[in-house]
């Protein structure tokens, strides 16, 4: 689709590789047969009637005959734009337009002539900047077409853009062609193009240029083959629409005008309509039937309808014209004006113009037509737009108008890049993304297979109308009759006294609670009363013809006892005066306006006059009572009337008396059937609530199933009770009895296997849904052979089936087909009643619960667990958290303090020097002077005696060298204190160990010197040469802590209990050994000597050991001394977190090893071993999990 600005020029692009113009077309052997290709596409026009499957095949064998990147359908639409139908794109390498509009200026009304008239191929070559044109002849004498020679000619650089931004270098395009039988007249059309595009030059031969105009032509058969196809949908879908309208019109017993305007909005796509019809006379009022949206009151005015409108009757009714000559289009011209019809008076429009037949007018858009102004005010309020209305007439006869509406749409449409619409395009489009225009508000076009439609129901419209107001017309006179009949009626209802007679007649009606012989007696009774030849009571049916059940008569006239009464001889208006209580008197049958059946009845049996009198028990009349004259016409005289009702209410009393007999003894049959059934129901849920007890006493499963099966088979009596259960992974082809309860003398199915693969595939479903399978008898139940056969390996004659399901409502999960609850009878056949079903359905969903809470206590159980561990943990974290907190305090405690006692010692230590100086030159001085001066002043020597200068003289030099001793201890202590704390290395850093284990030991040296009642401990230091090891010293030193003051504890213990004891005391010893060991991947092997630990340089791991001579312990306290909170300490000396907090601190912080290897009486040794790099460590653990050694 190329935008063009010379005529000549603009043609939808195809293309072909050429070198030259002048020469001919490269010549190539198509890859694919002709005849082949032929064939599959006239049998795919063949196989299918539907155009896009065509088209669709269509492209996709073009492509792969043409070996081409894109071939594509484009229609035509009437506006001269077009739309891709059909298209087929090798591997994505074009994108696609399928679905896509392209405006018409892409494609100019002189190239559309072209394709119509001479059927112009073309062929482009975008690299060559060529453009190849060929006319074919459209009549050839073979079967094949002629192809003429190519015209080329140098392409338009319009035309090159266009076909460069689609991403197009070579093109061929063929057009559509078909011939339209359905215009008039008959003509040739250009349906559209078949378009094929490449990505690179690529050239066409004439061979293939035929064999894709014999596709063409194809097509085009194909797409005439569907336009008629679509024709004859059309044509049924307006048959069955006039087919329904008639039936409701003509076919049943009521005319249904408000159905037949339904289907007739609906059959033409309105969203509203009208039926108006015409009064009949000049004092009627019109009457308007209304269906969906509907216009407001011209006037305001709910009585007076749009139809009586002075403009719309003229425009409706004078001929003026169709509306959609001016503005059907939506261009809102309006030529045709209508605005005489303004001036004409109502008056003058009651006798219309017959002579303009049943032509619908329409108009698409109502307000753009200037002379309609004045009723666009009774639409604004609605979303109608178009109209369409049918003036009615029948025998040329005005009988008012059929009014569809339509509403205002919002139509979308996909165009290929985005364009201006109002303006011509002069420049191709650099771009054909998709663009969306929405436009709103649109008006939808009446078509003629709408006005076509609307002609035909309108006739039949029409002469239902007609018909219509006939009925309207009768009815009245029927009213009309009624109504005098009543009057009539009313007038002979008069009171008669007959006190004695009614009084014997009313004994007699107790006496007895038959109702034939109280019957009976109220006839003979009358007849004798009154004196007249017939007397007879006629009782209603139902759903038969009501008859004569006493009679009481002369002996000479004839019987009608039993007779039924002809159809229609008490029509429905009569039965509806006898139900309320209206009584018939007819002195002369032979002036009685009666019709001639019931005329006809009445001389058959030589009644002459009659009186009817309905019986009625309670709101429903149940019959009448009659009394007849054969001999001839008699006057009923009121008191006769009078007593004739009052024994039809005798009447009635003794049929209400009877029947409430009889229902007593119906009541009481059912009561006691219903008592014995309650007896079995009662047991059923005492039963049931036993499994209900049993559930919530007990959720194991198998206890509940057993007991389940035992009460079932005994409360229903059964042979057998099985519990099944689905293979979870069978897809319910397999399944084992799990639970049974089976008469002794039965094979037993308990553990047994079933496998029934047809069960999974045809039932499964249907169990899942509920479905109960109650069958009497296994043998005469159509069930299969191989289902026959299972059953019968377990006896069994007749068996009731149940699901069992797990979960659904209220547990959070589907519902799911878990087993069968199985019921059977293997002795004999057996009818299975709804009780039964009914019990057994609850117990399986009993069943089902009692599942799903074993599911949930294995849940919870687990929970339980998984919550215990969690609390474990958290306790642990939380103890840890204290400790660590307590380690922190503790080490800023010693780090303040060591700072604060720090910094005074420096300064006597750094003055020590200096007064050691000052004192020994003082010293000095004063020796010179008792050298110099022997005798001095007598108090001098006085002082000197009573300070004794000798004795200081020797001692201050070594006091001061104490001093500096002291300091420099001091010191020493700070230095130990701070390296222990470690506030500086928080974060993990390369750290010395042995400085951290002899800043430990610097801190215990209190408790390892000897005292007045213990000798002291001995440490014994074996370091090795280790590097710099990356951990977290404070952490690390805790673990020195803790490991050496345990050793403490446990040396003084064992120093008392052999004092006591008075056995041999050895010195106490702690030993320490540092050293380096390979990485042992696994970390498997733990239990090493000594003399494993090597100063080795590939070595990773750092090791120290510090083992005891104390009493060592026992393998069960070994084993616990790892775990939170054991100690074997007296309380308050201990918690029993230090060693459990070091663990973690060496194996999880460091990913290191913490063992302890002990015996009793041989010592105690602690194995630390750390790695000296941390993401060595990291790594291995991210392949393992962390260890407990314990």
Same mark, same amino acid.
């Given at each position: ?30 890859? /694919? ?63 696609? @337009? ?17 394709? /119509? ?17 060929? &006319? ?10 002629? *192809? ?20 197009? %270098? ?57 336009? !008629? ?98 503005i059907g289009n939506g261009n809102g011209n309006g030529k045709e004006s209508i605005s005489r019809a303004k001036h004409v008076s109502t008056d003058s429009l009651a006798i219309p113009n017959l002579q303009q037949g049943c032509e619908p007018l329409t108009t698409t858009n109502l307000y753009q037509s200037p ?42 449409t996909l165009w290929a890049g985005q364009f201006d619409p109002s303006a011509k395009q002069q420049l191709p489009r650099r771009s054909f993304e998709v663009w969306r225009e929405l436009k709103r508000g649109e008006s939808q076009e009446w078509t003629a297979n709408d006005r076509e439609l609307a002609i035909a129901?309108?006739r039949h419209l029409a002469m239902a109308i007609e018909q219509y107001k006939l009925y309207s017309l009768v009815q009245s006179l029927n009213t009309n009759l009624e109504r005098q009949v009543e009057e009539r009626t009313a007038k002979l209802q008069q009171s008669l006294e007959q006190g004695r007679a009614l ?49 009481? @008569? ?13 159809? $229609? ?46 019986? $009625? ?25 009078? +007593? ?144 026959? =056969?299972? /059953? ?22 589907? &519902? ?49 667990? =998984? ?49 050691? =100086? ?9 020796? +010179? ?11 001098? %020597?006085?002082?000197? =005696? ?44 390369? *750290? ?66 052999? +004092? ?12 320490? #050994? ?62 029993? !977190? ?39 460590? #990291? ?12």
């Amino acid at each position: 689709m190329l935008v063009q600005r010379k005529p000549s020029s603009n043609i939808y692009g195809g293309c072909i590789t050429r070198k030259n113009p002048r020469e001919s077309t490269t010549v190539r052997q198509p890859e /694919l047969n002709q005849e082949d290709l032929l064939r599959r596409i006239t049998n795919r026009i063949r196989q299918s009637l539907e155009l896009e499957e065509i088209l669709t095949t269509t492209v996709s064998e073009i492509r792969a005959f043409l070996r081409t990147d894109r071939v594509m359908v484009y229609r035509f639409h009437k506006s001269g734009s077009g739309e891709v139908m059909a298209e087929s794109i090798q591997d994505n390498r074009l994108p696609s @337009l399928k679905g896509l509009n392209f405006p018409a200026d892409d494609i100019p009304e002189t190239a559309r002539q072209l394709y /119509l008239t001479v059927r112009l191929r073309s062929i482009v070559d975008v690299a060559a900047g060529m453009i190849g044109f060929s &006319p074919m002849d459209a009549v050839a004498s073979s079967d094949r077409p002629v *192809v003429e020679e190519f015209y080329y000619r140098p392409v338009d650089p319009c035309h090159a853009a266009y076909l460069t931004a689609m991403g197009v %270098a070579s093109s061929l395009v063929l057009p559509i062609v078909h011939y339209d039988i359905q215009a008039t007249p008959s003509q040739e059309r250009l349906w559209g193009l078949i378009v094929s595009h490449h990505s690179q030059a690529h050239s066409i031969s004439r061979q293939e240029l035929q064999i894709v105009q014999l596709v063409v032509d194809q097509v085009s058969m194909a797409i005439a083959q569907s336009n !008629l196809l679509s024709q004859a949908r059309q044509q049924h879908f307006i048959e069955a629409t006039i087919n329904r309208v008639s039936t409701l019109l003509h076919s049943l017993p009521t005319i249904e005008l408000q159905t037949a305007l339904e289907e007739t909005v609906t059959a033409l796509q309105g969203c509203g309509g009208r039926l108006y019809i015409a009064p009949y006379k000049t004092a009627d009022s019109a009457e308007v039937f209304v269906y969906g949206t509907q216009p407001s009151s011209w006037d305001g005015q709910i009585q007076n309808p749009i139809e009586q409108h002075p403009v719309f009757s003229a425009w409706a009714l004078s001929g003026i014209g169709n509306w959609e000559s001016g503005i059907g289009n939506g261009n809102g011209n309006g030529k045709e004006s209508i605005s005489r019809a303004k001036h004409v008076s109502t008056d003058s429009l009651a006798i219309p113009n017959l002579q303009q037949g049943c032509e619908p007018l329409t108009t698409t858009n109502l307000y753009q037509s200037p002379d309609l102004q004045i009723l666009t005010s009774a639409f604004n309020s609605t979303a109608i737009r178009g109209i369409l209305v049918l003036p009615l007439y029948y025998r040329c006869g005005f009988l008012g108008y059929l009014s569809v509406f339509r509403p205002q749409v919002d139509t979308e449409t996909l165009w290929a890049g985005q364009f201006d619409p109002s303006a011509k395009q002069q420049l191709p489009r650099r771009s054909f993304e998709v663009w969306r225009e929405l436009k709103r508000g649109e008006s939808q076009e009446w078509t003629a297979n709408d006005r076509e439609l609307a002609i035909a129901l309108g006739r039949h419209l029409a002469m239902a109308i007609e018909q219509y107001k006939l009925y309207s017309l009768v009815q009245s006179l029927n009213t009309n009759l009624e109504r005098q009949v009543e009057e009539r009626t009313a007038k002979l209802q008069q009171s008669l006294e007959q006190g004695r007679a009614l009084e014997r007649i009313t004994k007699q009606i107790r006496s007895t609670l038959d109702l034939k012989t109280t019957l009976q007696t109220i006839v003979r009774e009358v007849r004798h009363l009154l004196n007249t030849d017939r007397v007879v009571i006629y009782q209603f049916a139902s759903s038969t013809p009501g008859q004569v059940i006493v009679e009481s @008569l002369n002996g000479n006239c004839l019987s009608i006892l039993g007779v039924s009464d002809p159809q $229609g001889y008490f029509p429905d208006p009569q039965r509806q005066l006898y139900e309320g209580g209206s009584v018939q008197v007819i002195n002369d049958v032979s002036q009685f306006n009666l019709t001639l059946e019931h005329r006809q009845f009445l001389a058959a049996f030589q009644i002459q006059a009659s009186l009817i009198v309905p019986i $009625g028990v309670g709101a429903q009349l149940w019959g009448l009572l009659i009394a007849q004259e054969c001999q001839a016409p008699r006057r009923w005289q009121a008191s006769e009337i009078e +007593l004739l009702q009052q024994l039809a209410d005798q009447a009635a009393v003794a049929i209400q008396q009877a029947e409430l007999y009889e229902q007593s003894c119906t009541a009481a049959a059912t009561a006691t059937a219903q008592a014995q059934k309650l007896a079995t129901v009662a047991q059923q849920q005492q039963a049931l609530f036993g499994v209900i007890t049993k559930i919530r006493q007990s959720l194991d499963v198998e206890t509940i199933f057993k007991a389940t099966t035992t009460e079932v088979r005994r409360l229903l009596d059964a042979d057998r009770v099985a519990i099944f259960r689905f293979n979870p992974d069978s897809g319910y082809d397999e399944g084992t009895f799990i639970s049974e309860d089976v008469q002794p003398n039965l094979p037993p199915a308990l553990d047994s296997k079933i496998y029934d693969h047809c069960f999974g595939n045809q039932f499964a479903a249907q169990y899942h849904q509920g479905r109960i399978q109650a069958v009497a008898d296994i043998y005469n139940a159509n069930l299969s052979e191989c289902h026959i =056969q299972i /059953l019968a390996k377990f006896q069994v004659r007749a068996n009731l089936v149940v699901p069992l399901l797990k979960g659904g409502e209220g547990t959070g999960t589907p &519902p799911r087909l878990w087993g069968l609850l199985c019921i059977h009878q293997c002795r004999t056949s057996r009818q299975w009643n709804a009780s039964e079903i009914d019990f057994v359905t609850q117990i399986a969903a009993h069943l089902g619960v009692a599942l799903q809470q074993a599911k949930l206590l294995t849940k919870t159980t687990q929970q339980t667990e =998984q919550l215990a561990i969690a609390f474990d943990n958290l306790k642990q974290t939380q103890t840890q958290l204290i400790q660590t907190e307590k380690m922190s305090s503790l080490g800023q405690l010693v780090a303040g303090v060591a700072h604060e006692i720090n910094n005074p010692v420096n300064f006597i230590y750094g003055n020590l020097a200096y007064t050691s =100086q000052y004192a020994q030159d003082l010293l000095t001085l004063l020796h +010179l002077y008792q050298k110099h001066y022997p005798n001095p002043n007598p108090e001098i %020597a006085q002082l000197a =005696q009573s300070i004794d200068l000798d004795f200081l003289d020797e001692d201050l030099p070594k006091i001061l060298a104490s001093m500096k001793i002291g300091t420099e201890r001091i010191r020493k202590l700070v230095l130990s204190l701070r390296n222990f704390s470690r506030l500086d290395q928080a974060e993990m850093k390369p *750290v010395d160990i042995h400085e951290g284990l002899d800043s430990t030991l610097l801190i215990l040296q209190h408790r390892l010197k000897n005292k007045p009642n213990y000798p002291g401990i001995k440490i014994v230091k074996a370091y090795g040469e280790l590097p710099l090891v990356e951990c977290y010293a404070s952490q690390l030193n805790q673990v020195f802590m803790n490991v050496l003051s345990n050793a403490i504890d446990a040396l003084e213990e064992y120093h008392t209990i052999r +004092l006591l004891q008075g056995t041999q005391i050895e010195e106490s010893q702690i030993t320490i #050994r540092t050293g380096m060991k390979p990485f042992v991947g696994d970390r498997e092997n733990y239990s090493m000597p000594l003399n494993t630990i090597q100063n080795n340089a590939s070595a990773e791991d750092v090791v120290i050991q510090i083992s005891d001579n104390g009493p060592g312990m026992s393998q069960m306290t070994k084993s616990q001394i790892f775990d939170p909170f054991f100690t074997t300490k007296p309380i308050g000396k201990g918690t029993g !977190l230090g060693l459990s907090i070091s663990y973690q601190i060496v194996v999880e912080k460091h990913g290191g090893v913490f063992q302890c290897f002990s015996k009793p009486g041989e010592g105690t040794e602690f194995w630390i071993e750390i790695p000296t790099r941390q993401q060595a460590c #990291r790594a291995t653990e991210a392949n393992s999990t962390n260890q407990v050694f314990s």
